[in-house]
């Protein structure tokens, strides 16, 4: 989605829904990513229901927008099979 | 087959929700709105009405799940009272902002302390900044239609909307209510069709966090909404009265054609003031009657209209701002400032907690108007 869509009001839907998804891009707010280990996973589809963000993707296994991606680590707390893995990705300077 | 019932003002409402073919009811039971959801609750048990009742631990959660129906594309009701009301408060400005068109029924009850069972306005005029549109019935026949014109408005700009009854006066009192053919309503109301719903195969996150660059444009998107739902509602009304034969309008005239000063009052009360109306008519007096059948958004046009043909404006209120005055006296006022005829405009604060609102009591507050002074706030009856 490029951001050039929205120049003014009426570029926007009318309420908050796809604003959050296209305009801002939770992705950048990330501390920590979850990592996917695919041979633990069941399938199970518990981590796509649990995302607040709505940016797991469920096709045969769950697949992750990293631009909307927060980091929030819900995923990995709930996935019963310890699949999702979070990574620091603080860069120290 | 229109048919007619002897029915109260609550079961009106019932009704209206009934026909207008609710598909999701949350409510929780409060005095004096109880009986609205008691039918709807029987109207969904026995089959009448193909709807979901969702029996809920307050009103809060009533209007959150409300909010959640019309988020999944389904056409929401429900109804409250007064402490009710104000317990949904946080999630009326959810049901707005979010732009989900649900229909509420709100029996106007005084607040406490002291409990307090009876009608006034306070209640729903606490709500005016949530963005709900705001229609203020004065029979049990307004009452039933409305809610089906409210459905249709309020789907069609996307906000949820409020249809006010007074307590008892309305709520409780048997009235002839005729309600017209099933098919003629469907057609008048077709089913709620937004264009943004949760989908599973499109999710997306609902009223997600928004950035300062973009709140405000949300927030003019409402706005925008309000002034078209002036046009809509209005649109509506045309409609259903060429449907079903009954008009209300946004600001109701009554005898105003001639009319050399005007009485402004929202409720149930103004069906007392037509008849006063009709009596100091025969006293000689050229006096007529604006009801304010819409509070938001504002008729600030026909106020302004109405107010450079007169001389003299009395406006009627069932509630206070306190530290102020009356609020349609104080809105109205408001909408003046930009007229070019500003008559001098009297506010008279009655009837707060259920007190009687008789024909003597308007004749009455019409006959200070002519010797008070403009800058006094009025309470008209309080003993002292
Ligand atoms: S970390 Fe949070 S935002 Fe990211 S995929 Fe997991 S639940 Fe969703
Ligand atoms: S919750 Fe864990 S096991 Fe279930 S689908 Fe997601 S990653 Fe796989």
């Given at each position: 989605m490029s951001e050039a869509k929205f120049r003014g009001a009426h570029d926007l839907p009318p309420c908050s829904i796809s604003v959050t998804h296209e305009l801002t891009k939770t992705g950048n707010w990330r501390n920590s990513k979850p990592v996917f280990h695919k041979e633990k996973?069941?399938?199970?589809?518990i981590c796509w229901k649990v995302c607040p963000n709505a940016c797991i993707k469920l096709g045969e296994y769950p697949e992750w927008?990293?631009?909307?991606?927060?980091?929030?680590a819900v995923c990995a707390e709930e996935c019963p099979k310890d699949a999702i893995e979070m990574e620091d990705e603080r860069v120290m300077v | 087959m229109s048919t007619v019932k002897v029915i109260t003002g609550n079961h009106a409402a019932s009704f209206g929700a009934r026909d207008s073919r609710a598909e999701v009811i949350a409510a929780y039971p409060i005095t004096p709105q109880t009986q609205i959801v008691e039918l709807l609750s029987e109207f969904c048990a026995d089959g009448t009405l193909k709807a979901k009742f969702i029996k809920v631990e307050s009103e809060h959660s009533a209007m959150a799940a409300c909010i959640g129906a019309s988020a999944a594309g389904v056409r929401a009701y429900t109804a409250t009272s007064a402490h009710g009301l104000a317990l949904m408060h946080e999630m009326l400005h959810w049901a707005a902002n979010g732009r989900h068109p649900v229909v509420m029924a709100n029996v106007n009850r005084a607040m406490g302390p002291p409990w307090s069972i009876w009608t006034d306005q306070n209640d729903s005029l606490?709500?005016?900044?949530?963005g709900w549109l705001q229609f203020y019935c004065e029979s049990n026949q307004e009452v039933y239609d409305t809610t089906m014109i409210a459905f249709k408005a309020c789907e069609q700009v996307l906000l949820p909307g409020m249809l006010v009854l007074d307590a008892f006066?309305?709520?409780h009192t048997y009235e002839p209510v005729e309600m017209p053919d099933q098919e003629l309503i469907d057609e008048f109301l077709p089913p709620f069709d937004p264009p943004y719903k949760m989908d599973l195969d499109d999710a997306r996150a609902f009223g997600a966090l928004t950035t300062p660059e973009w709140y405000m444009e949300l927030r003019y998107l409402i706005q925008e909404a309000h002034e078209k739902a002036l046009v809509t509602v209005r649109e509506v009304e045309k409609e259903f009265g060429e449907t079903f034969g009954r008009y209300y309008g946004t600001l109701e005239l009554y005898r105003c054609d001639d009319a050399e000063e005007v009485i402004l009052i929202a409720g149930s009360t103004a069906s007392t003031a037509k008849d006063a109306v009709d009596i100091m008519r025969k006293g000689g007096r050229k006096i007529g009657l604006a009801r304010?059948?819409?509070?938001?958004?504002?008729?600030n046009e026909e106020i302004r209209d109405i107010a450079s043909r007169v001389n003299k404006m009395i406006v009627i209120d069932r509630n206070v701002s306190f530290g102020n005055q009356g609020i349609f006296f104080n809105e109205i006022k408001a909408s003046l400032y930009s007229a070019k005829n500003r008559p001098p405009v009297y506010g008279f604060v009655a009837g707060l907690g259920g007190r009687d609102m008789k024909i003597d009591d308007i004749t009455g507050i019409v006959e200070q108007a002519d010797t008070c002074d403009i800058e006094e706030i009025l309470w008209w009856g309080v003993k002292l």
């Open positions: 996973c069941i399938q199970c589809g927008d990293m631009d909307y991606c927060k980091g929030c | 606490a709500q005016r900044d949530t006066i309305l709520s304010i059948k819409l509070f938001r958004p504002f008729p």
